[in-house]
């Protein structure tokens, strides 16, 4: 089954009330992404914006949030009206009044009464939880509310006095997933695992990088996962070094290393795995030993996830085994101290080796919380992912040259420690090549 799996009414509703307590006297303004054309008109397929959908549940485009704080909270929806003829062609509608019913909101309403209800929302109300700066016309369709507050100032009414980011609130709270959010989590890691693994069976030389692309989506879609997170990478020899190679036209060749940076997105929420594997089944003398070195510096970043620590420590570990690991094959020169002082690391490992994990792939949430590295607590979840990209170059042994390995995994920080959710994607050496074997029996 694709269908989305809806969540209880009841845990969106208790998103927006800790939203409106830390609102205070104040009103936010949440809208969902708009449709996009693609060309002419078709669209690309609709996704609903993350932070009203974490706040809603709601995935119909064309909807607002509106929800005021202090000693009588409300939360009001805006949304599509019913539309027997639209529905013929686009699909069911649940319009104001099945929405409120479903989703359990205070008030909901047709979005095309938004201009006209919004300035009696905003009106007497001390701020506005808005986010500004990334759709213009947004922007000033929030002034003009405003505005038209302002003009009945000689009848008493005051506009709000400060405009504040709504997403800084809300941020936090998308940071701890709680039981439900890490369930869809976990599933997403088993489907994305799986497809990797058929991946792997896959591949060998004289196939096509889309052939195995068409393999990951497929089995996305088959175990009811309703798109991938974001453009796979299915990058084949060279390719690998490029880090955001989306292409995927190349062929696999005989000899070459296939990186494959691929998740699956399941009911909103995100998988992100990278796997790397040799396309013939068996990783050269070279391959082995980068592929080796990535995989302890990874090894030591996830026994750096842990509850109070912080959240550049797995970083810190990963980065110490692959700069003595360079000096140890003989890319680098120079003692372990000063290849990490001088960062010459970077000419082989130039990204950090993690990010947020949720509804958005790089999911929601600041690193650094007054000018300190955040520490983890259990419930977030983050991506540990090393990598080595050895584009050819003066010094560079030539044996090792285009050879590009990720191994990526995505933890769930727990009081013990962590749980790695895509642990179903084969990534030991041993592991890989009997899988590639069985591909032939």
Request: charged content about 25%; some cysteine; hydrophobic content about 40%.
């Amino acid at each position: 089954m694709t269908e989305h799996t809806q969540m209880d009414a009841t845990i969106y509703a208790c998103r927006r009330a800790r939203l409106a307590a830390k609102l205070g006297d104040g009103v936010a303004i949440v809208p969902t992404a708009p449709e996009r054309i693609r060309n002419r008109d078709a669209h690309y397929p609709y996704r609903y914006d993350s932070y009203f959908y974490y706040l809603t549940g709601f995935r119909e485009p064309e909807a607002v949030l509106v929800l005021r704080g202090g000693a009588q909270p409300q939360s009001i929806l805006f949304c599509r009206e019913k539309n027997p003829e639209r529905e013929i062609w686009d699909g069911y509608r649940h319009g104001p009044e099945a929405a409120k019913d479903r989703f359990g909101f205070d008030e909901t309403y047709s979005e095309a009464e938004l201009d006209e209800r919004l300035p009696d929302l905003l009106a007497d109300q001390p701020a506005v939880h808005v986010h500004l700066g990334s759709d213009a016309l947004w922007d000033a369709r929030v002034l003009g509310w405003i505005n038209a507050v302002r003009n009945r100032a000689r009848s008493g009414v005051a506009a709000p006095g400060e405009i504040r980011d709504v997403h800084c609130l809300i941020d936090d709270m998308r940071l701890l997933k709680d039981e439900q959010e890490q369930a869809l989590m976990r599933r997403a890691g088993v489907i994305s695992g799986a497809a990797h693994r058929l991946a792997m069976q896959a591949a060998g030389p004289g196939v096509g990088e889309y052939e195995i692309e068409a393999v990951l989506q497929h089995e996305f879609r088959r175990s009811g996962a309703q798109a991938p997170a974001y453009t796979p990478i299915v990058a084949a020899g060279a390719h690998a070094c490029v880090l955001h190679y989306v292409e995927n036209n190349g062929v696999l060749a005989d000899g070459d290393l296939l990186l494959i940076d691929a998740g699956c997105e399941l009911d909103g929420y995100a998988s992100d795995i990278t796997r790397t594997f040799p396309v013939n089944g068996r990783f050269s003398g070279p391959q082995r030993a980068v592929y080796e070195l990535v995989l302890a510096a990874q090894a030591a970043a996830i026994a750096a996830v842990r509850p109070g620590a912080h959240w550049n420590a797995p970083h810190d570990a990963a980065v110490a085994v692959l700069a003595q690991g360079f000096i140890d094959l003989k890319l680098l020169e120079g003692s372990l101290a000063a290849v990490l002082e001088q960062e010459t690391y970077k000419q082989f490992y130039m990204h950090r080796t993690g990010h947020w994990l949720g509804l958005d792939v790089h999911d929601a949430g600041d690193y650094k919380v007054n000018g300190a590295w955040r520490e983890l607590q259990p419930g977030m979840v983050l991506t540990v992912e090393p990598g080595c990209y050895i584009r050819p170059g003066p010094g560079v042994p030539e044996a090792f040259t285009n050879i590009g390995v990720r191994i990526e995994d995505d933890a769930l920080v727990t009081a013990q420690g962590c749980e790695i959710l895509s642990a179903g994607a084969p990534k030991s050496v041993a592991d890989i090549e009997a899988l590639m074997r069985a591909r032939h029996v």
